[in-house]
């Protein structure tokens, strides 16, 4: 069974149509890529898959269920994680806190017990911060444990973000842009970070424009232009596609 | 980190010495009297604080829900003989319901929007609370039998001080451990970035709800206190102008910091105490006061004042 | 029956034109800054009491209008300049606080300069009733009325003719575009402060003879005003104008009919109404978020 399938997804905002009756799906354990030009719609079809937005029409199956109507809390307690182009972090909390946040799925610590502290509330509280930490280590940003979230550089936002994804001990990881903005050191780490995380088992997708990172990590790639399904298949067969070739740029001349 | 960031053991140890000493500097009946009153806008503040600066959302309604608690018990206890506790108990109930059951369409509603239909919400419940003065004695209000419990009656400015300390103290307390929970983190996370917090799991409607019905149960707790305390109580509590000073105080004190709702509520309440010589000018001071703080103190006056001592002690 | 629902009609519709004058200084302001201004009734308070005022010095009435007009217009553009430009940028809540001080502060200045009673201005040609179909009328009410209809032609050419009117349009439309098109956004910013106060001085003047006026009066009014700008649509001017009349109308209706202890209410349970179910109101801009 794919982990995630989409039929026939639509979305349009006010006559625009962002995305338009695309079909496809992922296997579970692959590391997939979503590309196209700008305007393709590869952000709108991310938050689609998360519940962000709504489809217009269309069907989204996570494992074989119909998530399509699922609001995006509900997507993330399914199993699906993502990261935004632009870090949304929580500027008002300790970076660990932010990554504490992605657990919150798990969190089981009831209203009663947190507000009368009662037995069992602190072990949970213990843990939650030290599956936290782990993350953090894990995504090597380690080093800012003690760090209010506003004051991390660029890069180690971005890996936050990733950690606080990762905590919600997802079964599919989204990626949008993970390289952007990034310079080739920060973004051959990011490339070592994704494979671990794939080594986790985690299904992966990544939006990504760095066709370097693309290729070295995909096993398969879906190509998309403006809102449509243009191709599909594997790096090499993707790279060679004459309709690929021609969105990026242009018709080849003969 | 700021000492005046929330979920600090030692601020809760200072506000109970804070508490216990106060009472030495307390001359007569009068400034006992403020200091009840401090603490009893406090605990409103606390619980207002939440909801503001923590869940990030707006009230402007919160004196119906102060208003709904004091008539409440006033009401009970008045005219339908029940014993304070119960009256107590169960008008917290009735309000902590009445707040989920509008807060969950409220709620949807963002910005400007929320802003007005919490202000909305207070003024109905005013021009109710003015208008059935068969139950509430209309704008005149009504008197209020005094607090009993076991056979002990609540009575005079000593008593009542350490009874509204302990509560106060209570309240922070439970302010403090909700803010540092997942669910105070859910909530932090909505004001930060409501769309990664909602990736990441958490369900905003319900938090928001849950902020809103916390601050509202404070408020009315609080309101019913008031009651019982003054003996009386008249419609002006439960105004929009009421409504606005909890939240200049909530604003003042800096918003998301629990001890900072407290100092604002402290400053806020003693200030027009203090310029009750210039009652004219009252209402023109605390505009303007209003107005500086939220142009040139945006973060509150307590954490700029605080920022600005870190600096200047560097 | 008829000459009932008909009286209620009529009073309906003089407090409606009222509310629809507040509107649109809402929605102007709306339009200009984003931001609500909650001092918006003090404008109207500001216009009845320094008429009174003047008027009870012996000026003549339309000399005292007009000055208390301007006076008006000054504060509202001392509003801009002081409470709003130095606060550009700041969040919602931010903004509705600092207006709703500006609001509190007017009060008490008004408090102090004036007093707390009700005052009463003469109305301006008398208060004879007039019959209408079985029910009647003040002319003062014709005057509301009167004023209000020229008020919506006068900004409908402002508006679609002038410069200076389109000017403010394309600003509330696209500031930067607006900027870089040469329109200087902060004279428009003022300008539209100062006509929005100017609208609130007229309502403020036209209804003081038939409901009195103090120094508190602009709170309900303000109140209403909104509520009937967010029934009409945020924004729209359209909207303020069928919203204040809406509103003015189902309140007097429902005061005859239903309950006049709880007539102030009513306009906000609208108030909650549009909020919940039509939360753009009648005319205004569906938006859909994007993230």
């Known amino acids: 069974m794919s982990m ?33 030009p700008n305007g393709a719609g590869k952000t709108t079809l991310l938050n689609l898959l998360s519940g962000v937005y709504e489809a217009s029409a269309g069907s989204i199956l996570l494992e074989g269920r119909d998530i399509t109507r699922w609001p995006a809390h509900a997507c993330a307690a399914a199993g699906i994680a993502r990261t935004f ?22 969190a089981r610590a009831g209203l009663a017990r947190a507000l009368l502290r009662l037995p069992g509330f602190a072990d949970g509280e213990q843990a939650l911060r030290a599956r936290a930490a782990e993350q953090m280590e894990f995504v090597g940003i380690g080093a800012y444990l003690g760090a209010d979230a506003g004051s991390l550089p660029y890069g180690a936002m971005k890996r936050l973000e990733i950690a606080r994804a990762l905590a919600a001990q997802p079964k599919l990881l989204l990626l949008d842009e993970p390289a952007a903005g990034l310079n080739p050191t920060e973004t051959a780490q990011i490339e070592a970070l994704i494979r671990r995380i794939a080594v986790r088992g985690v299904t992966v997708v990544l939006v990504e424009h760095n066709m370097r990172l693309v290729m070295e990590l995909c096993d398969h790639i879906l190509v998309l232009d403006g809102g449509r399904w243009l191709a599909e298949g594997s790096a090499r067969e993707v790279r060679d596609d004459p309709r690929v070739i021609e969105a990026y740029l242009g018709v080849a001349k003969a | 980190m700021s000492p005046w960031r929330s979920g600090c053991s030692g601020g809760l140890a200072a506000l109970a010495a804070i508490i216990a000493l106060l009472p030495l500097a307390l001359v007569n009946n009068y400034t006992y009297e403020v200091a009840i009153l401090v603490g009893l806008n406090a605990i409103v503040c606390v619980g207002l604080n939440l909801l503001i600066g923590y869940a990030g959302q707006i009230s402007l309604g919160h004196a119906g829900f102060f208003g709904l608690g004091a008539y409440g018990s006033a009401i009970l206890t008045a005219r339908y003989g029940w014993p304070s506790a119960a009256a107590l108990a169960a008008t917290t109930a009735a309000v902590g319901l009445l707040a989920w059951a509008v807060g969950r369409p409220i709620l949807r509603l963002r910005g400007h929007s929320l802003a007005m239909a919490t202000l909305g919400l207070g003024i109905i419940i005013s021009i109710v609370i003015n208008t059935e003065d068969r139950y509430t004695g209309g704008p005149d209000g009504m008197s209020v039998p005094p607090f009993a419990l076991a056979g002990l009656t609540l009575a005079g400015e000593r008593v009542w001080y350490w009874v509204v300390g302990a509560l106060l103290l209570a309240s922070v307390w439970l302010a403090l451990n909700l803010i540092d929970s997942p669910a105070g983190r859910a909530l932090r996370a909505l004001h930060g970035s409501e769309v990664a917090a909602q990736v990441s799991g958490v369900d905003a409607a319900r938090h928001k709800l849950l902020a809103f019905v916390i601050s509202a149960t404070f408020a009315s707790v609080a309101g019913s206190l008031v009651a019982h305390y003054s003996g009386f109580i008249t419609p002006s509590k439960v105004s ?48 303007a006061i209003l107005m500086a703080t939220m142009i040139f103190f945006p973060r509150g006056f307590v954490p700029t004042l605080a920022a600005w001592l870190a600096r200047v002690r560097r | 029956m008829t000459a009932q629902l008909v009286q209620y009609l009529l009073t309906g519709v003089t407090i409606g034109a009222i509310y629809a004058l507040v509107a649109l200084g809402f929605a102007l302001i709306y339009n200009a800054s984003h931001v609500i201004n909650f001092a918006q009734g003090e404008f109207v308070m500001i216009g009845g009491m320094t008429t009174v005022s003047l008027a009870n010095t012996g000026l003549p009435l339309p000399l ?180 204040g009349l809406s509103l003015g109308i189902v309140e007097a209706l429902g005061a005859g009919f239903v309950s006049s202890a709880y007539k102030d209410a009513i306009a906000f349970v609208i108030l909650l109404a549009v909020l919940f179910f039509l939360p753009s109101g009648f005319f205004g801009a569906r938006g859909a978020e994007r993230v």
């Open chain 1, 85 to 106: 182009q632009t870090p949304q972090v929580f500027q008002n909390m300790s970076a660990l806190e932010n990554v504490m946040v992605g657990a919150h799925r798990h």
């Open chain 3, 64 to 243: 005292a209008i007009a000055l208390a007009v301007a006076a008006a217009t000054l504060v509202g553009l001392a509003l801009e300049k002081f409470a709003v430009e130095p606060a550009r940028g700041a969040s919602v809540v931010t903004l509705i606080i600092i207006t709703i001080g500006a609001s509190i502060f007017l009060r008490g200045v008004a408090q102090m300069v004036w007093d707390k009673k009700l005052h009463a201005l003469r109305a301006f040609t008398g208060d004879e009733p007039i019959a209408v179909l079985g029910a009647t009328i003040l002319p003062q009410s014709l005057w509301v009325l009167g004023v209000t209809v020229l008020v919506v032609v006068v900004l409908t050419w402002f508006f679609g003719r002038t410069l200076a009117g389109k000017a403010i349009l394309a600003a509330s439309h696209n500031r930067l575009a607006a900027q870089l098109s040469g329109i200087n956004v902060r004279l428009v910013l003022a300008l539209s402060f100062a006509l929005s106060a100017a609208l609130g001085a007229l309502a403020g003047i036209l209804i003081a003879p038939i409901t009195l006026t103090s120094y508190d009066v602009g709170v309900m009014l303000g109140l209403k005003g909104f509520a009937a700008a967010i029934l009409g649509g945020m924004g729209s001017g359209i909207g303020a104008i069928v919203g």
């Open chain 1, 4 to 36: 995630l399938e989409a039929r026939e997804l639509s979305r349009e905002f006010g006559g625009v149509h962002a995305l338009e009756a695309l079909s496809f799906a992922i296997e579970p354990g692959r590391v997939q890529a979503i590309i196209g």
């Open chain 2, 240 to 287: 929009f102008l009421h409504s606005v000073e909890l939240v200049t105080m909530v604003v003042f004190g800096g918003l998301a910091s629990t001890f900072g709702a407290v100092v604002g509520a402290a400053v806020l309440t003693t200030l027009p105490q203090l310029l009750t010589a210039l009652k004219e000018y009252e209402m023109a001071v605390f505009g």
